[in-house]
Structures are given as structure tokens and as C-alpha cells.
């Protein structure tokens, strides 16, 4: 039988592998922008102190704000509705449900959580960008470090991968 560190571990062996599947296709480095990491403080808006957030990272953070409580809700198929087609195909139902129980179990219900804070950016190919978001979430049993991968491609938003970090280095 497999443990949730096991499954936590193949789970983010996937969303590596995922996220490595993407990068080739930023060849150029001047197409690259990497935003410089921010404290995730509580109330924090996602934004450098003294600049505005463009639109699109604007619906970046929005898009985030609300799909981390479905993710958080560690029901599998309104997870699956959020995972973009690359994570969607990898990733078996199976795989999703053990994963969900062991931070269901770990961690129960969420609480709350500081604003996401994007800490980093990547221009993919014409149409898509990786952004990845961190902050921190309070749950009825534990407190996590929460990272989520999100992929907009000319608007429409989809989670590619989400690292959930508790006390014992669980991650998903």
C-alpha cells in the first residue's frame, strides 16, 4: 500500500514533469520575466509596493483567489474542471483521490489564507503564460505553504499544478 508521502511524491514528480513540458517553449531568454519574490504577508495584493498589477495579472490573482477554496475543498471533480488538459490527461482520477484524502485527512477544512503574492512569470509562446502564486493557508488541523501554477493563455485561465506544504514536508 502506498503512503501519502509516497503519493504526495509522484504527484509532484507529475507536476514537474508538467511544468518542464511547458518551458521548452520559452527559448528566448529576453521573452522571460521573472518578478523578484515577495513576503506573503496577510492583506498583501499581489502587487510590488508602488506598481499596479497590469489586467492580465490582475485576473491571474482573481483566478486564483478562487479556485484555491475548490482545490481546498479536496472534491476531485470540481478539481479536474480547473486542471488544464497537459495535468488533466496525466493524472488519474485515482492518483487525484488519494492525494485529496491524504490532505483532507492532514489537513481538514481551510480556514483561510493570506492574499497569493506572484512570484514568478514566464511567457510560454504567444498565447500562454505561467505564473506561480505562494501564500500561506490556515486549516482546522495544520498551516500550509500553498504554491499554484496557473497557465493564461489569452485570457482563459487553468491551474497546471498546486504544491500544498504542510509541517511534515507533505507535498502534492
Known amino acids: 500500500m502506498r503512503t501519502g ?8 514528480l507529475i507536476c514537474v514533469l508538467l511544468v518542464l513540458y511547458f518551458l521548452p517553449s520559452a527559448t528566448n531568454n529576453d521573452q ?13 495584493s499581489g502587487e510590488a509596493p508602488g506598481h499596479s498589477l497590469s489586467q492580465s495579472s490582475r485576473a491571474q490573482l482573481q483566478y486564483v483567489r478562487e479556485v484555491f477554496p475548490i482545490i481546498s475543498s479536496w472534491d476531485v471533480s470540481l478539481i479536474q474542471r480547473q486542471l488544464v488538459e ?8 485515482g492518483q487525484l483521490t488519494e492525494v485529496t484524502a491524504v490532505l483532507a485527512r492532514t489537513l481538514g477544512q481551510l480556514k483561510s489564507y493570506t492574499d497569493p503574492v506572484r512570484s ?7 498565447s ?14 495544520d498551516s500550509a505553504d500553498v504554491t499554484l501554477r496557473v497557465i493564461d493563455r489569452d ?4 491551474l497546471l499544478a498546486f504544491t500544498v506544504s504542510v509541517s511534515e514536508a507533505t507535498t502534492v
Open 5 to 12: 508521502r509516497d503519493i504526495a511524491l509522484t504527484l509532484l
Open 32 to 44: 522571460v520575466t521573472t518578478d523578484s519574490a515577495q513576503r506573503v504577508t496577510p492583506g498583501y
Open 86 to 93: 497537459p495535468t488533466r490527461s496525466s493524472l488519474s482520477h
Open 120 to 126: 514568478h512569470i514566464e511567457t510560454l509562446d504567444d
Open 128 to 141: 500562454a503564460t505561467l505564473a506561480v502564486f505562494s501564500f500561506m493557508a490556515k486549516f482546522e488541523k
Open 155 to 158: 485570457g482563459e485561465m487553468g
